[in-house]
């Protein structure tokens, strides 16, 4: 399995909080996502990042930020959490255009 | 971005083989076709992906259409554990700005 580990796994929080989420990895990829999944929806891009410090928005980005300050870290942060962003986070990792992502296990966050 | 489209269903039973198909008209010439599959309460997992040329592998092939405008991926022999949601993508050759976005997918049934 590739060496890619979210924490939380899961976390509830109150409306109006700041949350961070971690993506680590141990395979030295250049490339790291975030995804949302909402029931109906498939995973919905919200930042991507092609290198340390080198980040760029997804389809909805809208409420949250990034930060990669190192290859195997990639933070995502909801500055004030509200409801609509209760969802189930996953992280990915990938090297290139050619190779596979690996998918990391997912962080359900819950907001109250 | 060049979308793609895929039934929301399919059914198939056990130890059949399982042709999923995927329409990609818009697809540019430096489109990789990427599959993943998501199972239950799982992170998406890579399957396969090709650029012209049908490809195998260990999980699957992918059967290119000549034109590019749409694939099938061809599972060989079904089992319960390929049950899964799963997704055809087209991964942008953007060289420093690539980036996996997903449809809806296509739901699996096997039937015992």
């Known amino acids: 399995d590739a060496g890619i580990t979210q924490s939380p796994r899961h976390k509830v929080t109150e409306t109006g909080t700041p949350v961070t989420l971690r993506c680590h990895q141990t395979e030295n990829h250049r490339y790291m996502y975030w995804y949302r999944q909402d029931p109906g929806h498939g995973l919905r891009l919200i930042h991507y990042?092609?290198?340390?410090?080198?980040?760029d928005k997804g389809e909805v980005s809208d409420g949250y930020s990034v930060s990669r300050s190192k290859t195997e870290d990639f933070l995502l942060t909801l500055e004030s959490a509200t409801s609509s962003q209760t969802s189930v986070y996953f992280c990915?990792?990938?090297?290139?255009?050619?190779?596979?992502?690996?998918f990391g296990q997912g962080t359900r966050l819950t907001v109250v | 971005d060049a979308k793609t489209t895929q039934p929301n269903s399919m059914e198939s039973n056990e130890e059949e083989p399982v042709h999923l198909p995927c329409n990609h008209s818009?697809?540019?010439?430096?489109?990789?076709i990427h599959w993943y599959r998501q199972l239950p309460s799982q992170g998406p997992e890579y399957v396969i992906h090709g650029l012209t040329s049908n490809v195998n592998n260990r999980m699957a092939s992918l059967a290119i259409a000549e034109d590019r405008k749409s694939s099938t991926l061809i599972l060989h022999r079904a089992t319960l554990r390929d049950a899964a949601v799963y997704y055809c993508i087209l991964l942008a050759l953007n060289f420093g700005n690539e980036k996996l976005t997903f449809g809806t997918g296509t739901r699996l049934t096997i039937i015992p």
């Open positions: 990042s092609y290198g340390v410090k080198d980040t």
């Open positions: 990915a990792i990938s090297d290139s255009d050619s190779t596979e992502a690996f």
């Open positions: 818009t697809i540019s010439g430096t489109d990789y």
